[in-house]
């Protein structure tokens, strides 16, 4: 019981964001989250844009860019969303050890923080990422959060709603 004590700790330390705007229908697909942000919040849509790296290797770097701030956007229950934060990690580690680097418009950008963008079934509004109830998924995010902090940014969580139908 002690290290599920520690674990939801560790994982309340990681700052967690909402902004209602961003709730969308059941029927909206990630694609069209992506496009719909880069069209009209500004966001560079890098989804689906994936690099070559050495030994035939590629790698999909981010999904949005804003201000600095790479996004991992993924919609679905909490037990499917190890792959965004996997996602994450490999660019972080990537950054750090100097194999990438991000490049909007040709211009060479400083990366200050990783926002995993993720966008669940709405049952209740989630106030600590402890709520989650995948064990799983917790101890990926405490990683992801270690390993974002070691390379000197900033780990952020956003959470938004699939939101039923408007009559």
């Known amino acids: 019981m002690e290290y599920l004590t520690l674990l939801n700790k560790d994982v309340n330390r990681i700052p967690i964001e909402y902004e209602?705007?961003?709730?969308?229908?059941?029927?909206?697909?990630?694609?069209?989250?992506?496009?719909?942000?880069?069209?009209?919040?500004?966001?560079?849509?890098?989804d689906k844009d994936f690099e070559s790296l050495p030994g035939g290797h590629t790698l999909e770097k981010m999904d949005l860019y804003k201000s600095n701030s790479l996004y991992f956007v993924k919609i679905g229950a909490p037990q499917k969303l190890g792959y965004v934060i996997d996602q994450a990690m490999n660019t972080v580690k990537l950054l750090q050890n100097r194999e990438?680097?991000?490049?909007?418009?040709?211009?060479r950008k400083k990366i200050k923080n990783i926002?995993?963008?993720?966008?669940?079934?709405?049952?209740?509004?989630?106030?600590?990422?402890?709520?989650?109830?995948?064990?799983?998924?917790?101890?990926?995010?405490?990683?992801?959060?270690?390993?974002?902090?070691?390379?000197?940014?900033?780990?952020?969580?956003?959470?938004?709603?699939?939101?039923?139908?408007?009559?």
């Open 115 to 167: 926002i995993l963008w993720i966008i669940v079934p709405r049952k209740r509004q989630i106030e600590k990422l402890s709520e989650f109830r995948s064990l799983i998924f917790k101890m990926k995010l405490v990683e992801w959060r270690r390993t974002v902090l070691l390379s000197g940014m900033v780990p952020i969580v956003k959470v938004n709603y699939k939101k039923k139908k408007s009559p």
């Open 20 to 46: 209602s705007q961003f709730d969308i229908e059941k029927s909206i697909s990630e694609d069209s989250f992506n496009k719909e942000l880069a069209e009209s919040h500004k966001y560079f849509n890098f």
């Open 100 to 107: 990438i680097k991000i490049e909007i418009h040709g211009k």
